[in-house]
């Protein structure tokens, strides 16, 4: 009788490759957000980095076919040059697990949480995980776009865990910047 292959892991099939090539990245999104409430199903995960054009070599020999699509060159390097906002996927293609990868070169939110980044320890490894405000700020932001309920249930769950969050003051000054007073104030803070 055969053993149970593993089951396919986020954490070891994109996060730990671009970990090993000294890319600069965090984990965020739902992945993220996971570390500070509780598990949810997710297909896929969400990886701002820092990444040039210089490093779009290294991107394509992590993540090769016939195990992965990744984005032709040309491609990436048009996201890296966007303004803001900026994206590609890349998808594991025996599992159809994705990771979204957005570019932060300049986004100031993604210099910040890089500096104030966590470093977690795994079964596979050491992994970047980004703050809980950077998590929480970009929820909003989705959320305010996309109307998606589960932005605020990941949202709630991190509130409900850790009540205190050590880089208020970041938020603070990222939901004025960004214009989310109105979805902040609907979250139930547990009293201390």
Excluded at 130 to 154: N, T, V
Aim: net charge negative; with cysteine.
């Amino acid at each position: 009788m055969n053993s149970p292959e593993p089951e396919p892991n986020l954490l070891a099939l994109f996060a730990r490759p671009i970990h090993d090539a000294g890319l600069r990245y965090i984990i965020a999104g739902s992945v993220g957000s996971m570390h500070y409430s509780e598990p949810r199903l997710t297909l896929d995960i969400d990886i701002p980095l820092l990444v040039s054009l210089k490093d779009i070599p290294t991107l394509l020999s992590l993540f090769q076919e016939p195990a992965y699509y990744c984005p032709p060159a040309d491609v990436i390097a048009s996201e890296i040059a966007r303004d803001c906002r900026s994206h590609f996927n890349i998808i594991h293609i025996p599992t159809g697990l994705k990771a979204d990868f957005y570019p932060g070169n300049r986004d100031a939110t993604f210099a910040w949480a890089w500096q104030n980044r966590l470093v977690q320890q795994t079964p596979h490894g050491s992994i970047h995980i980004a703050p809980a405000e950077y998590i929480i700020l970009w929820k909003m932001i989705f959320y305010k776009e996309g109307k998606s309920q589960k932005h605020l249930r990941d949202i709630q769950r991190i509130l409900d865990i850790q009540p205190v969050l050590p880089h208020q003051d970041f938020l603070d000054d990222a939901i004025i910047t960004h214009a989310l007073t109105a979805i902040w104030s609907t979250f139930q803070r547990p009293s201390l």
